[in-house]
């Protein structure tokens, strides 16, 4: 049976990479989705879209921004 009081001393010291005692799960390249969809709700709202185009773009920002998120990070 394994030593679980090793494990956790291993957890602890293995430095992980980020600054600031964060869990290191940025945004990454969420950006550009974040960037790109504030541009084309801007957009909308200035041309008399109507809500659902709005919100069309909102929610498959949030996809956009998900799934970019994790093939960043």
Do not use: E
Request: glycine share 20%; proline share 1%.
């Amino acid at each position: 049976m394994p030593d679980m009081n090793d494990f956790h001393a291993f957890k602890n010291t293995g430095g992980g990479g980020s600054s600031g005692g964060g869990t290191g799960r940025g945004f990454g390249c969420g950006w550009i989705a974040i960037l790109v969809v504030a541009f084309f709700v801007i957009f909308c709202i200035f041309n008399g879209a109507g809500f659902d185009v709005i919100q069309y773009f909102l929610a498959y920002g949030i996809v956009a921004f998900l799934f970019l998120r994790w093939i960043s990070t």
